[in-house]
């Protein structure tokens, strides 16, 4: 199996039992990295890779539907950064749905008219949950800022 097979069913695996509430990256060194670059100097592409451009890692960020796109290439490029790289190439993106057990507390009233009450039950439910995962390489290029 390949680094970047292994990666991803380690990042599945993961995504798995964390469940995937909110956004979150992880990446992997392919090459020497350097010290962290603030988000806002990384660039991103879908399309093409820089010349000269020495790939430093592979990065991959997924989250929760309504955690919005923004958020999620705002977490591709802060992972691309920390790992001192300056241009993300984005390789794939899907969003794929599961299943996910819910469980959350309902009240409702249950006295009379007389004598109101409140009471609360448990209630358990299966959801499906949109996830997307964005995976793709960190990039150090010298003429990017």
């Known amino acids: 199996m390949t680094v970047l097979g292994k990666f ?3 990042v599945g695996f993961v995504a798995l039992m964390l469940g995937c509430s909110s956004v979150r990256s992880t990446s ?3 090459g020497a990295t350097g010290p962290a670059v603030d988000a806002a100097q990384v660039a991103v592409a879908a ?4 010349e000269g451009a ?11 539907v309504n955690e919005g796109l923004d958020e999620l290439l705002l977490a591709f490029r802060t992972e691309v950064g920390a790992q001192g790289g300056n241009f993300g ?3 794939s993106m899907r969003t794929r749905f599961e299943m996910q057990t819910v469980t959350r507390t309902e009240t409702y009233s249950c006295g009379t008219s007389t004598t109101p009450q ?6 358990t439910q299966q959801v499906e949950v949109g996830v997307t995962t964005i995976v793709g390489r960190a990039f150090r290029v010298g003429g990017v800022q």
């Open 89 to 91: 190439k984005v390789d």
């Open 8 to 10: 991803l069913s380690l």
């Open 28 to 30: 992997i060194a392919t």
């Open 54 to 64: 020495t790939e430093i890692a592979i990065v991959e960020t997924h989250g929760n």
């Open 47 to 50: 399309t093409y890779i820089p």
């Open 118 to 123: 409140t009471c609360s039950r448990i209630v």
